[in-house]
């Protein structure tokens, strides 16, 4: 989901729910088709702002080595850097790479946002082109559809001198090989990339050997802990579902799993076949997905953001069809005409003709994607966003909010009368507290209204007061408009669902699940005694088959589940003194992360999406943090809502209470199993994400006084969180190498490489000897 966050003169958070009048960087993005127009690049030029620099390596070209070694053909890079292969090996050599090293393609099928932001201050849009083996128009969007990465970056792309090879100065010699001599010093020189090993598991040859039977009609749906967001259907060698994957599904509960869809992908658009390009291919991969899940008991539900906007050039030659236009070039497909209606129920009704057995669909009908005509308006006269449409305007939110998501329930059920609808009430209430109880009222009886368990939760944390929008575990829901919107559902006889985070979430994207057993627990009971009886399991992250999930199943059998039967999942789980062990740990690793200072805006913009890759900067950049992209060194974007001194202070009451749990982990000397690992491994990640944190809070807190005050207390507090962060490094390149899902998520692929490792602890040297001379 989305939240805004923009920033006064001061560097300031201020958050903005879904007011659509600050959908900035949705215009920014959907700009990069308009500028096709305009030039003869796709791609949005870049800014005027300067890319940051890396004086950690004696020349730019020699970054470019650096973070792309083994990542992508020795080939390509002398390529983009107008070299031969043997003057980039040379280079590699001297700062200790290995010259004959062989990439790993499954960096460009798997990993090419990782690819593209270590690639975004560094290099020339043609160049990451190249790299990828990309066309630009594939750039763009990928840039725009693949989950708001655009936005993730920052909405721009910096402008920067093009590396290009050169022969090194001898003093640059010296400094490349001085990077050799750090690297073995530290010990790390031999740690090779481990990255996506993890999938091994998962693409094995698996025979049916668990079949889930449920015959409550109950949903437990899931995300894929590694599908590709953007276009999954396409290529079906990357397979968002493989077999071993949904047995791990069935045997934790889970019956149903979810994808993205955009339908005019998936069905032969009328108005444009172009855009439909691949559609037979699509659905050919999706009855065959659909098909082998069934053998596990789960179901297929598509994601439906619909219908999708236009840009204005279309509108010239369908005028009568053009709704609400938000100011960058695009404008809604207005649902109060009746071809655009009879196109929604078409599509739908074609696309669960043809995929038998679908499960059915969840509806995102305000924010995401511009949709409808009040998909990023509102019927609020007095409002800046107040609808333009001549039609719509004229109708209220309600109505064309729940006559789109009546269309595609009828549409679908009329090809399929199994198949499940499901309206999530995500941001309604921000365009009026009144209008998720209406929407219900006029939805379709048999379509599940689903509600976003946390929303607006009240809290209070080191005296700081504020609410939940969603994504988090360190506070249980369920919130006032979640319960509100059941109440509806209980009066007008909808199903009701919940939708929560049960593994992670974006405060802690970089480890498959957080052991806090407990507090997963706790929010699962809160929301079962609402009567709520079907669950939307995670969002992009989250998905992974972990033995909290396994615990949720078991708790969701019960009419009212108890805290008592965490313990009992523990104690069957795990051998008896394995699990004594467990259950101790995971209560202090709860009381631990409900030290976490949460706000959407500390999830979206703190460093640990990044991770222990996360650079220091000795002087200001002037950039703002970004969301789940770069956290720079805004720590006003960190902080969100909480004094920094607070906001320093709970990360470090949260690290020195999670090192507490995790020693009683280490000082289990029985046998252990691999489940025991498994926590063991998890509980270390988030230890290597929060003491990142604590160490880039503590250093950049003391680089702003610094530059004021020159206080040698302040250098100093700056070269202890150094030396922790050195450590915290050394500590994490050894636990990734172990243990490959560490750093990953689904919709941003590895938020390092060993490589971006090894160059944080440059980063972490240079910052040092620069200290020492200043």
Same mark, same amino acid.
């Given at each position: ?124 849009? +043609? ?44 003093? @640059? ?98 108005? +444009? ?210 319960? @509100? ?94 699990? @004594? ?145 050195? @450590? ?47």
């Amino acid at each position: 989901m989305i939240v805004l966050l923009c920033y006064n003169n001061l560097g300031y958070a201020v958050t903005t729910f879904m007011d659509v009048s600050n959908l900035h960087y949705i215009v920014r993005i959907n700009a990069m088709i308009t500028e096709k127009n305009k030039n003869l690049s796709p791609l949005i030029p870049p800014s005027s702002k300067k890319a940051i620099s890396i004086p950690h390596f004696p020349a730019s070209f020699m970054a470019v080595i650096w973070r792309f070694w083994g990542i992508v053909k020795t080939e390509k890079i002398a390529h983009i850097l107008s070299a031969s292969v043997e003057d980039i090996k040379r280079s590699a050599s001297l700062m200790g790479l290995d010259p004959e090293i062989k990439a790993c393609d499954i960096w460009l099928k798997r990993g090419y946002i990782t690819i593209i932001r270590n690639a975004w201050h560094l290099l020339e849009y +043609d160049q990451i082109c190249t790299l990828l083996d990309w066309s630009e128009e594939k750039l763009a969007v990928v840039l725009k559809e693949d989950d708001f990465l655009w936005h993730k970056l920052g909405d721009m792309k910096p402008s920067l001198e093009r590396p290009v090879y050169r022969p090194l100065t001898d003093e @640059e010699i010296m400094e490349a090989e001085e990077i050799s001599r750090l690297m073995k010093s530290y010990g790390v020189s031999d740690i090779k990339n481990n990255s996506f090993k993890f999938l091994d598991e998962f693409y094995k040859e698996s025979d049916v050997t668990f079949t889930l039977t449920d015959d409550s009609g109950d949903l437990k749906f899931i995300y894929s802990y590694f599908a590709l967001y953007g276009d999954p259907l396409l290529d079906p060698e990357i397979d968002p579902f493989p077999d071993a994957l949904l047995q791990k599904y069935a045997e934790n509960g889970i019956n149903g799993v979810w994808l993205q869809g955009v339908l005019y992908q998936l069905t032969p658009y009328p108005f +444009d076949f172009s855009l439909s390009k691949g559609w037979e291919k699509r659905i050919e991969s999706l009855k065959k997905l659909v098909k082998r899940a069934a053998r596990y008991g789960i179901k297929i539900f598509i994601y439906l953001n619909e219908p999708r906007n236009m840009p204005l050039s279309f509108f010239e030659k369908y005028p009568q069809f053009k709704g609400h236009e938000r100011g960058d070039g695009f404008a809604s497909m207005c649902t109060s005409v009746k071809e655009v209606r009879d196109y929604l129920y078409n599509g739908v009704y074609d696309l669960f003709s043809r995929v038998q057995g679908l499960g059915g669909f969840f509806t995102i009908s305000y924010s995401e994607n511009q949709t409808h005509c009040y998909s990023h308006s509102t019927d609020n006269r007095n409002a800046g966003s107040f609808c333009n449409c001549p039609r719509c305007r004229e109708r209220s939110f309600e109505d064309v909010v729940s006559e789109v998501n009546n269309i595609m329930a009828r549409a679908a059920k009329a090809a399929n009368p199994s198949a499940r609808a499901i309206a999530w009430n995500w941001g309604w209430d921000t365009v009026g507290d009144d209008k998720p109880e209406k929407i219900i009222k006029l939805l379709d009886k048999d379509i599940i209204v689903q509600a976003t368990s946390e929303r607006k939760l009240q809290y209070e944390l080191a005296g700081v007061k504020s609410e939940v929008n969603d994504y988090t575990i360190s506070l249980q829901g369920p919130g006032p408009v979640a319960k @509100e919107a059941w109440k509806v559902c209980a009066e007008t006889g909808h199903e009701s669902s919940a939708k929560l985070q049960l593994n992670t979430t974006w405060e802690m994207p970089g480890v498959p699940f957080v052991p806090v057993f407990d507090l997963v627990a706790q929010h699962i009971i809160n929301v079962k005694k609402e009567g709520v009886k079907h669950f939307h399991c995670s969002w992009t992250l989250g998905g992974y088959p972990s033995p909290v999930l396994g615990m949720v199943s078991e708790l969701l059998k019960k009419d009212s589940p108890s805290l008592d039967d965490v313990t009992e999942y523990i104690m069957t789980h795990y051998g008896k003194e394995e699990a @004594e062990t467990v259950c101790r740990a995971q209560k202090m690793f709860c009381a631990a992360y409900r030290e976490y200072p949460f706000h959407i805006g500390v999830a979206y913009r703190a460093p640990q999406a990044s991770g222990p890759k996360s650079p220091f900067f000795t002087e200001p950049t002037g950039y703002d943090a970004t969301m789940v992209g770069f956290p720079y060194d805004c720590i006003n974007g960190w902080r969100s809502v909480y004094p920094v001194e607070i906001f320093e202070s709970q990360f470090r009451l949260l690290l020195e209470k999670w090192k507490e749990a995790l020693d009683v982990l280490y000082s289990y000397k029985g046998k252990r199993t691999e489940m025991f690992d498994d926590i063991l491994n998890t509980a270390e990640g988030v230890l290597v994400h929060v003491a990142t944190n604590y160490n880039l809070i503590r250093f950049t807190r003391s680089r702003n006084a610094y530059l004021i005050n020159k206080n040698e207390a302040d250098k100093n507090t700056m070269l202890s969180a150094l030396a922790g962060e050195e @450590e915290n490094v050394k500590h994490a390149m050894a636990l990734f190498s172990r243990d490959s899902r560490l750093g990953f998520e689904a919709s941003n692929h590895y938020s390092h490489t060993m490589q971006d490792l090894k160059e944080k602890l440059l980063n972490i040297a240079w910052c040092k000897k620069y200290y020492e001379n200043n």
